[in-house]
Structures are given as C-alpha cells and as structure tokens.
C-alpha cells in the first residue's frame, strides 16, 4: 500500500470547506456595504431634520378639567381623589350632602365649584 492511497478523504474537504466559508465571509460583507469602500446607491438619502412639529408631535390642549365625577362600583372617596388630584377635603367642602361611607355607582360628585 502506498502511502497516498490511505488518505483520508477529510483531509481534502478541510482546506475547501475553508474557501467555501472565505467566498461566504466576502459576499455577506459586500452586500452589507462594509468592504470594498464604495457606498450603497439603493439608500435613500439622509432626510433633514424637520423644524416644525407634525401634528401627532404637537402637544394636545389640555382637556377641560371635569367639573363632576360619576362614581363606579367599588370607588372610595380616598381613590376619587387621588385620580382626580382633587384632596378629600375639597370634595367634602364642595359635596356637603355626602357621606364617603354610602357611596353609590352613578352618583355625581362635584369637583369645582
């Protein structure tokens, strides 16, 4: 037996697998745009940046402030005013018919005068 003939055949596809990895490494950089110095002419340009607001940026006008509140199940008076930033003594000062411990789904309350 001469020494060529006992060869492995993964001695020849080692050294062409690495070639076949080396064309891959050299066409996924190409087409990123990252080798070869040349820039991509399929991308847009640049746009410039805008001075005016369009009008999803625009601030809304603040909404008008509720002048009543309309309870639902399970409110307290304590979370009435922390959701309206309106302090507990103010609704009792401006609400003096109620009382916080029969609060009922529907009812109004006032928040300003």
């Given amino acids: 037996m001469s020494p060529q003939s006992s060869r492995s055949p993964v001695r020849l596809l080692a050294p062409a697998a690495l070639i076949l990895f080396a064309i891959a490494l050299v066409l996924v950089l190409s087409s990123s745009g990252l080798v070869g110095g040349e820039e991509e002419t399929d991308r847009p340009p640049a746009a410039a940046p805008r001075t005016e607001p369009t009008t999803a940026e625009r601030p809304s006008p603040q909404p008008q402030e509720k002048a009543v509140y309309v309870v639902e199940p399970g409110d307290t008076l304590g979370a009435i005013a922390a959701e309206t930033d309106v302090p507990v003594e103010t609704l ?21 005068e």
């Avoid at 411990?101 to 300003?112: M, S």
């Fill in 92 to 112: 009792q000062e401006l609400n003096p018919e109620l009382d916080p411990q029969t609060l009922v789904a529907g009812q109004e309350i006032k928040l300003r």
